[in-house]
């Protein structure tokens, strides 16, 4: 995999060699963990247009409720 972006302790962000894009996001409080998911095209499309302020705010919302990513988990 290829490393485009990371943020200690929030998130990092790689292409594998697929050219799917893989979020890797720190969830938790007090038991910390790593929630995996593979971007749909929307959202590669999206992070493509707005560049790593949408990844940004992608990694918020599945920090915040991973349910609504279940599907796209790694």
């Keep these: 995999m290829k490393e485009i ?3 200690a302790w929030n998130y990092t962000f790689s292409e594998q060699p697929s050219g799917d ?9 007090v ?6 998911i593979r971007l749909t ?3 590669a499309a999206a992070y493509e247009r707005e560049g790593i302020p949408y990844i940004s705010r992608l990694a918020d919302q ?3 409720d991973q349910s609504p990513f279940a599907e796209q988990q790694v």
């Design 62 to 64: 599945v920090r915040h």
């Design 5 to 7: 972006a990371k943020e």
């Design 41 to 43: 095209a929307v959202q």
């Design 31 to 36: 038991g910390v963990y790593e929630f995996v």
């Design 21 to 29: 894009y893989v979020l890797s996001v720190v969830c938790g409080g």
